[in-house]
């Protein structure tokens, strides 16, 4: 009897009946695409509901077509690349940053946790950083590509669980 007990639990931890999966969060938000000089150099996303999302365990990916070339460009924490400060611009640690309710930068992207009515948006218009930086981080090279009115799938994945939590074709604006 034991051993049949043994061997039970034994395949039932083989099969998978054991282990845990990260359950991801569930949460509502908008993403808007801001266009100025006729290429992209804003980006804002809005939590508007649901669970905290810790930027750390989110991977943003932007898909678009350029003429007849179709363009992705993935960014998360571990892949942004940080820059150095230079005599024009200071260093930055991320293309995005968290805006609190009182419209502060409070926190960079892998540290910063987005809650309800905060918005991450893109570091363009804080600490005088270069546009080109933030949108290679986010875009890649091609991101001058992205025109006013470019639809751009976006797409926020739970890195942990690899569940997608947002999935949208967002027009640029």
């Not at 993403?31 to 809005?46: A, E, F, M």
């Not at 409070?106 to 009515?117: C, E, K, M, R, S």
């Not at 986010?138 to 997608?164: C, D, E, W």
């Amino acid at each position: 009897v034991v051993t049949i007990i043994i061997a039970a639990v034994v395949a039932a931890f083989a099969s998978g009946v054991g282990t845990t999966v990260e359950k991801a969060p569930t949460a509502a938000v908008d993403v808007r695409l801001i266009t100025n000089d006729d290429k992209i150099n804003d980006v804002l996303i809005s939590h508007r509901s649901g669970d905290a999302l810790p930027t750390k365990d989110i991977k943003i990916t932007f898909a678009w077509k350029d003429g007849e070339n179709y363009r992705t460009n993935s960014y998360s924490a571990a892949s942004d690349t940080k820059s150095a400060a230079s005599e024009t611009y200071p260093a930055y640690e991320t293309a995005l940053f968290l805006i609190t309710g009182d419209n502060t930068a409070a926190n960079q992207f892998g540290d910063a946790v987005l809650t309800v009515g905060h918005y991450l948006e893109s570091m363009t218009h804080y600490d005088d950083s270069p546009e080109g930086a933030a949108m290679t981080e986010l875009f890649g090279s091609a991101y001058s590509s992205i025109k006013k009115n470019t639809p751009v799938r976006v797409t926020i994945t739970h890195i942990p669980s690899s569940q997608i939590i947002y999935d949208k074709e967002v027009i640029t604006e």
